[in-house]
């Protein structure tokens, strides 16, 4: 069964620091890979998302993640990290067979203080 | 911009009651799902559905029941309340039935069930 493991349940930075996220699956076929975030109070919406092609993806607000085939992971990264970035970051995986469904992890908790 | 709503953002319920939450998204997504969120283990997949009364069993139905009789509307029954079924209940859509088609969330209806 596929499953997904993010090591850091919690994380706490101060502003400007770099940031890089956790993000191990395990399924060994073709995989889409998605990375969500819930800012407090709000509904979780797209980061970014990986399909194919080039492994390393950019999504809003100055985030990318690296899909590394063979280590089975897709980090979440992002060089200066803001205040505003505070929020509970999740890694999602679905197999690449048509399936509907998609595995979260268990999410990670980013407190960025001021 | 999609819009997903969830009837209720807080509702507090007695051991036994039959519970209803309804999920309405506006985009003519054919792909709904519902999936509860709790500390530390994520969102696991209760059920989704990806056609008008066609319903698929996720990963934790027990408990749970499903019906999709309009496209746009999505409810979930809970038959018998338990209090193991406290939690956070989250309403998603998406597009076609590609399997990297990102999904919108709603707000989520917390659940207390005493």
């Known amino acids: 069964a596929q499953s997904v493991s993010q090591h850091n349940h919690h994380v706490i930075l101060s502003e400007a620091a770099s940031l890089e996220l956790g993000c191990n699956y395990s399924y060994g076929g073709t995989v889409n890979l998605f990375w969500y975030v819930q800012y407090p109070g709000q509904h979780l919406q797209l980061l970014l998302k990986y399909f194919s092609g080039d492994p390393l993806v950019k999504g809003i607000k100055g985030f990318e993640a690296e899909f590394i085939k063979s280590k089975f992971s897709f980090n979440l990264r992002k060089p200066s990290v803001q205040w505003s970035d505070t929020a509970e970051y999740f890694c999602a995986v679905n197999a690449g067979d048509s399936s509907y469904k998609l595995i979260f992890g268990s999410g990670t908790r980013l407190l960025v203080r001021p | 911009d999609v819009k997903v709503t969830q009837s209720s953002r807080y509702l507090v319920k007695r051991t036994g009651e039959k519970v209803f939450l309804e999920c309405v998204q506006d985009?003519?997504?054919?792909?709904m799902f519902w999936y509860r969120q709790d500390p530390g283990l994520g969102l696991r997949l209760i059920y989704f559905s990806y056609d008008v009364k066609m319903k698929e069993k996720g990963d934790i139905p027990e408990g749970y029941s499903v019906s999709r009789e309009k496209k746009e509307r999505f409810s979930l029954i809970l038959e018998s309340a338990s209090t193991n079924q406290t939690s956070m209940y989250l309403c998603?859509?998406?597009?076609?039935?590609?399997?990297?088609?990102?999904?919108?969330f709603g707000n989520g209806t917390r659940l207390t069930v005493t």
């Open positions: 998603a859509s998406s597009w076609t039935a590609g399997d990297n088609s990102p999904l919108h």
């Open positions: 985009m003519d997504h054919e792909n």
